[in-house]
């Protein structure tokens, strides 16, 4: 891949993924209402749909993102805002006509979002509350987004597998994984 390249996709995606902030206002300075809608995940990663938007995807191509999840930054309701933005990327390719046979979008979790891969009990008993993103990874499962999380990351952090909820995949290591899923032609989407 060449350098240039890699770094198209990820900045053309974070225009079109937007920022937490820019949810708060819901009217245009003329008062009207701004539409937001969810046609894939219908409970997290709500867009704006722009129509004759400039650069939409192709709906007939198959679109392969890895989205590297560190963070463990959460919005408001608690859900992880990594995650968020993943199904903000999946409603605004939906949107675009791209159906699950030509969405292939990954997760990789490590370093603070590491625990995202709890299961529900586990989650519970570590942190003594529920898991505020067991809704979302499971909307984003059903989507068709495959999640994995970095082995070194799970051991760092005092996890086992067995630990690990429904929905996610223990990968030997996000050092592996990311490089792996690009020469598989995974575009590196950094979260």
């Known amino acids: 891949m060449q ?6 996709l990820p900045a053309a995606l974070a225009l079109a993924l ?11 300075n003329d008062g009207s209402k701004t539409e937001w809608i969810n046609p894939v995940v219908k409970d997290y990663g709500k867009m704006h749909p722009v129509p004759d938007g400039a650069l939409s995807p192709d709906p007939n ?4 993102i890895v989205f590297d999840v560190g963070m463990g930054k959460t ?4 859900v992880n ?3 968020w933005h993943v199904a903000r990327a999946v409603n605004i390719y939906g949107n675009a006509g791209v159906d699950k046979e030509h969405r292939k979008f990954a997760v990789v979790l490590h370093g603070a979002a590491t625990p995202l891969a709890l299961s529900p009990e586990a989650y519970k008993e570590k942190f003594g509350k529920d898991d505020p993103d067991t809704k979302l990874k499971q909307e984003l499962a059903d989507a068709g987004v495959t999640l994995y999380v970095c082995g070194q ?21 996000a050092l592996a994984a990311v490089p792996v899923l ?4 995974y575009q590196l989407f950094p979260m």
């Open 3 to 8: 350098r240039a390249t890699r770094f198209v």
């Open 18 to 28: 937007g920022s937490g902030a820019a949810f708060a206002a819901s009217s245009s």
């Open 61 to 64: 191509k198959d679109w392969k």
């Open 75 to 78: 919005m408001d309701g608690g």
């Open 81 to 83: 805002a990594a995650l």
């Open 153 to 173: 990351a799970l051991a760092d952090h005092g996890f086992t597998e067995d630990q690990v909820g429904p929905n996610v995949d223990v990968a030997l290591s």
């Open 182 to 185: 690009e020469s598989q032609g």
